[in-house]
């Protein structure tokens, strides 16, 4: 039987909003109970260790748990691949790659690949998460691609 939420909160509470966040992407059914932080119920109180929302209170038939820290790292594939992404792809990756360049090219040929991140960020965006891509976003592309070709056709042909 799946477990009973209760997401004891406050209306203007950031922890609280994290964790409303946290339930609502990933499809997990709750119930929101508001309380009155200068009023603090007893059942509260006798729930919450300190006195501080968010709780989740866990229900099922063997009784009733209560989370009272916000602060957790949930261990979702979500998070795992994002994190390798970041540390893997986006520092070692990347720096390693831009010291590559710069070893084997001139240091305004590397500079001039900065102006495509713009691109491959839209293109990536587009293709991950299905965000827009319109005709002058296109556009912006082709111009910014030719800049960076002419600049490294230049570079590489007045190279000695
Ligand atoms: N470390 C807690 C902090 C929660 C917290 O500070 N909540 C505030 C409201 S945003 C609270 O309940 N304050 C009431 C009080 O301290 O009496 C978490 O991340 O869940």
Known sequence: MAAR???ISHKLCPYVQ???IALTEKGTAFERIDIDLANKPDWFLAISPLGKVPVLSVGSDG???ALFESNVVHWTSEFVLSLVWLAVVLSIGSIGLLYWLIRRSAAT?????FYLVPAVTAVMAYLLFG??????AIAGMVAC???VFLVN?????SRP
Not at 109 to 113: G, I, K
């Open 5 to 7: 939420l209760r997401l």
């Open 18 to 20: 994290r964790a409303v």
């Open 63 to 65: 009784g009733e748990v």
């Open 109 to 113: 040929s590397v500079a001039s690949l």
């Open 131 to 136: 965000e827009r891509l319109d005709g002058i």
């Open 145 to 147: 691609a030719g800049a």
């Open 153 to 157: 056709r230049r570079a590489s042909s």
